[in-house]
Structure formats: structure tokens, C-alpha cells
């Protein structure tokens, strides 16, 4: 959606314009995983559409699939799915640290 001001003074004539666009997201924003490598493109919403915003594991039909989790036990699933991965322990702390700053944590 494109909003536009215009204003006319004397033969001058000023455009202020603000595009509204979606917000696009590099990573999950419940587990914190790479949307790219999400082998499912995304979660769904209600409608079908997929999620900008969360992963397939974390989000299907417009709800969390797991709507109880907390912030921290997210953390600890992450941390357990990457040492199952192969990530080395100390790598798994440095990606799940900011676990709690993701906007769906950020609200409760």
C-alpha cells in the first residue's frame, strides 16, 4: 500500500511518500531458525497463506504448535535439536541467547 502527501505551494510541488510494506523475516521468529531452511518454506496461517514471520515446526494453520512453550524451554529444544545436529555445545548458547528478544517472546 503506498500512502502519498501532496502538497502545492505557489509553482512548487512537495510529494512526501511512505510505502507500507510486509516486514520480511531472515529468521523464525518463535525458534529463531533460518526461514531458508525451512524445508516446508514457512508455517501456514489460517488461510493457507505462509508465515513471513515463523518456521513450519513452530507455526501451522495461524497457531503455535506448541502455544504453552515459554521462552526458555524454546531455548532448550533449540539446544538440544543442534547438539542432535552436531553443533558443538558452546555454538549452541551463542545461537540461542536471544532466543527471549523474538517478537513472539518480546509479547508475554
Known amino acids: 500500500m503506498r500512502l502519498l502527501k501532496r502538497e502545492q505551494n505557489n509553482n512548487h510541488v512537495r510529494i512526501e511518500g511512505a510505502m507500507r510494506m510486509d516486514k520480511q523475516y531472515k529468521n523464525c521468529q518463535s525458534c529463531g531458525m533460518p526461514l531458508s ?3 516446508q518454506q514457512g508455517g501456514t496461517e489460517t488461510n493457507g497463506d505462509k508465515s ?13 504448535t506448541l502455544p ?3 521462552a526458555e524451554q524454546m531455548k532448550d529444544r533449540v539446544k538440544q535439536k543442534m ?5 558443538p555445545k558452546f555454538l549452541t ?3 540461542t541467547g536471544n532466543i527471549h528478544k523474538l517478537e513472539r517472546w518480546r509479547r508475554s
Open 83 to 87: 547438539v542432535e545436529m552436531g553443533f
Open 37 to 39: 531452511r525451512d524445508e
Open 68 to 70: 504453552d512453550l515459554t
Open 52 to 64: 513471513k514471520k515463523y518456521c513450519s515446526h513452530c507455526y501451522q494453520n495461524g497457531e503455535f
Open 93 to 95: 548458547g551463542l545461537f
